[in-house]
């Protein structure tokens, strides 16, 4: 199997593991408590100097009473539409959550608009989003995030608009939200959802897609959500859409999947162009414990100047980023993607070579990549950028 022992250094006793997962329970339960659906609830009030972010949103989450969608699987999608305004005052890579479930567009983030979709309505509505910001004769760009383990609705929605509104570009936001149980004790319970949901995002990507003469769908998949698309990509490849695969521009963030199952996953894919990018960092605590629980090293926890990965790297031709030099917002390093979105004006402004990385969130500029891999340190942090 794929890099046999790979990371054997990094394994330690089994007691050493147990303690690591101790000390992560331990760093999220102190963590504040997490937003609750009343986050969603729709402000009579506007900002005027608020930016204002739609993002259309498709779920495998079953409707709930009340705003949002909740943690049990529905048999079909079920679509929506959000308009969130973005405080004045926002700080990058910052969300300014509603309190007490009381949004205030001058302070925080608020949802000022929300309706339910059919699935002709969301198309549609997409459809016309991407032609009417046309430029120069180009078709904007779609944005697809696929979210990670521990996630509630909101919390995917309003993150989706923190990195849209934080990269600036002109690209129309899709959120595919999974029915993630959104605790600690769930990690199973989830990894079963992202295997129900694989066919109805590789759906969403076919109808996304099928009518786009100019233009990518840059999709975006972290941690659990990486082996989401990962799958999905499987999916469309064993279903003879290559027409569809030819139209993606992947990356994947800290991807919870196993070494050998991904090289079982690229060698149906096949390489893709622009090639598929990867962040990694060897630091990240969630991957870490992640591996314990499966057994085998993680593709988002990967060593960049390893022979053996950049034999991977040449092979699969992927694009691997160490983003170990990003500052992360919390003790588990696994959410390093969040200040990409905030750097990426100011590596525009200093026009950086953004092909080098294989591209950021929502970014059609960075769609093509010269060599057929590419290994990336990332050496700018988000203090540089201010």
Avoid at 357 to 380: C, E, N, Q
Wanted: charged letters at 20%; hydrophobic letters at 45%; glycine letters at 6%.
């Amino acid at each position: 199997m794929l890099v046999v022992g790979l990371f054997d250094r990094a394994r330690s006793s089994h007691a050493a593991w147990s303690l690591l997962v101790v000390f992560l329970v331990l760093a999220l339960a102190g963590c504040a408590g997490r937003p609750g659906a009343e986050a969603l609830n729709v402000s009579q009030a506007v900002e005027s100097q608020a930016r204002q972010v739609t993002v259309f949103v498709a779920t495998t989450r079953a409707s709930v009473p009340g705003p949002g969608f909740g943690v049990a699987r529905a048999p079909q999608l079920n679509y929506a539409a959000y308009t969130v305004s973005v405080p004045p005052g926002h700080k990058a890579g910052e969300i300014e959550w509603p309190k007490n479930g009381n949004p205030d567009p001058s302070k925080t983030f608020a949802v000022i608009a929300q309706k339910s979709l059919s699935s002709e309505e969301f198309y549609r509505e997409i459809s016309k989003a991407t032609t009417g910001r046309q430029h120069q004769g180009k078709e904007t760009d779609v944005g697809v995030f696929v979210h990670g383990f521990n996630f509630n609705f909101q919390e995917s929605l309003f993150r989706m608009v923190q990195m849209s509104a934080d990269a600036n570009v002109d690209g129309v936001p899709v959120l595919f939200a999974w029915p993630s149980q959104a605790a600690l004790t769930g990690y199973l319970a989830d990894k079963e959802s992202v295997t129900f949901s694989r066919d109805f995002l590789a759906d969403v990507l076919t109808n996304l897609t099928v009518n786009r003469q100019k233009g990518r769908v840059m999709l975006f998949g972290h941690s659990m959500g990486g082996w989401l698309v990962a799958e999905s990509l499987r999916q469309l490849k064993l279903s003879g859409r290559s027409d569809v695969l030819a139209k993606l521009n992947v990356m994947l963030a800290a991807p919870d999947i196993d070494v050998d199952v991904f090289e079982q996953q690229m060698s149906v894919v096949g390489p893709m162009s622009p090639p598929l990018t990867i962040l990694v960092s060897q630091d990240d605590r969630a991957l870490r414990a992640s591996q314990f629980l499966a057994g085998n090293t993680r593709i988002g926890a990967l060593d960049i100047t390893n022979p053996a990965v950049q034999r991977i790297a040449e092979r699969e031709k992927l694009v691997l980023v160490d983003v170990s030099s990003i500052t992360p917002s919390n003790r588990l390093n696994h959410d390093r993607y969040i200040q990409l979105a905030s750097l990426y004006p100011k590596l525009v402004e200093e026009k950086q070579d953004l092909s080098s990385v294989g591209g950021f969130i929502l970014d059609a500029a960075a769609a093509t990549v010269s060599s057929p891999f590419r290994l990336v340190k990332l050496a700018i942090t988000p203090e540089e950028a201010q």
